[in-house]
C-alpha cells in the first residue's frame, strides 16, 4: 500500500521525516505563546483540581475544637487521676491541676493550635492569650485558674441541680476526662469568642469616634 503524501513535506524528505517536523512546529508553538493569552483561575477554582479527592477535610474551628478538648481530658486524667492517688484536699489537687493547665497550654496546646491553623496569625482566633515567652507562660497559668474555676463552677451548679430534683446523691456527676474535656473546651471558646467580640466592639467605637 502506498503512503500519503504530507501536505507541508518538503521535496526530498520522506514521510516519517514530515510527520515528525509537523510535530516539533506544534510544540515550538505551544511553548512561545503569549502567556498574556491564558485564562486566570482564582485559588479556590485551582483548589478544586489540585487539592486531594477522597480525603476528609475539616474546617480549622471543629480541627481546633477537637484538639482542645482530647488536649483538656488528657490533663483531667493525668492531673486529677493520677495526683488524686498522692492527696486528697481537693484545693491542692485544683491548684495543682490549674498549674499543670497553664503550663501545657503554653508549651504544647497553643503550639499545636498554630500549627492546625495554616494562616499566619490566624491561630488567635481561637487563643485567649496570644503572647509569647515569659509573658505568655504567666498569663496562661493565670487564665488556667480562670478556667479551671469556671468548669469547677459548671460541675457545681449541675450537680446541685440533680440533687434537688432527684434528690438522690448518686445522680450526680463526677470528674471525668471526656465530659471535662468537653465542658473545659466549649468555655474556653466562650471566653474567646467574648474577647473577639469586645475587641470587635472597641474598634468600632474608635472609628466611629
Known amino acids: 500500500m502506498s503512503r500519503k503524501k504530507w501536505k507541508n513535506e518538503a521535496p526530498?524528505?520522506?514521510?516519517?521525516?514530515?510527520?515528525y517536523r509537523l510535530h516539533s512546529q506544534a510544540i515550538d508553538d505551544l511553548v512561545g505563546a503569549n502567556r498574556e493569552n491564558t485564562p486566570k483561575f482564582?485559588?479556590?477554582?485551582?483548589?478544586?483540581?489540585?487539592?486531594?479527592?477522597?480525603?476528609?477535610?475539616?474546617?480549622?474551628?471543629?480541627?481546633?475544637?477537637?484538639?482542645?478538648?482530647?488536649?483538656?481530658?488528657?490533663?483531667?486524667?493525668?492531673?486529677?487521676?493520677?495526683?488524686?492517688?498522692?492527696?486528697?484536699?481537693?484545693?491542692?489537687?485544683?491548684?495543682?491541676?490549674?498549674?499543670?493547665?497553664?503550663?501545657?497550654?503554653d508549651l504544647i496546646l497553643n503550639r499545636?493550635?498554630?500549627?492546625l491553623v495554616k494562616t499566619q496569625g490566624g491561630e488567635k482566633e481561637y487563643l485567649f492569650i496570644t503572647a509569647r515567652g515569659v509573658k505568655g507562660f504567666i498569663l496562661n497559668i493565670l487564665y488556667a485558674f480562670l478556667l479551671l474555676f469556671i468548669?469547677?463552677?459548671?460541675?457545681?451548679?449541675?450537680?446541685?441541680?440533680?440533687?434537688?430534683?432527684?434528690?438522690?446523691?448518686?445522680?450526680?456527676?463526677?470528674?471525668?476526662?471526656?465530659?471535662f474535656g468537653i465542658v473545659t473546651m466549649l468555655s474556653d471558646t466562650l471566653i474567646v469568642s467574648m474577647k473577639r467580640l469586645m475587641i470587635r466592639i472597641i474598634d468600632d467605637a474608635k472609628r466611629m469616634g
Request: glycine share 8%.
Open 12 to 19: 526530498g524528505r520522506t514521510p516519517e521525516e514530515g510527520y
Open 42 to 105: 482564582s485559588q479556590e477554582e485551582l483548589k478544586k483540581y489540585t487539592s486531594s479527592r477522597g480525603k476528609l477535610h475539616l474546617p480549622a474551628w471543629l480541627k481546633v475544637s477537637l484538639v482542645k478538648a482530647w488536649f483538656y481530658g488528657a490533663i483531667c486524667y493525668f492531673a486529677f487521676f493520677g495526683l488524686g492517688m498522692y492527696t486528697a484536699d481537693q484545693l491542692d489537687l485544683y491548684f495543682a491541676a490549674a498549674m499543670i493547665m497553664g503550663m501545657l497550654n
Open 112 to 115: 499545636l493550635l498554630r500549627f
Open 151 to 179: 468548669v469547677i463552677t459548671f460541675y457545681s451548679a449541675i450537680n446541685a441541680f440533680l440533687l434537688f430534683v432527684t434528690e438522690d446523691a448518686n445522680s450526680m456527676i463526677g470528674v471525668e476526662p471526656v465530659l
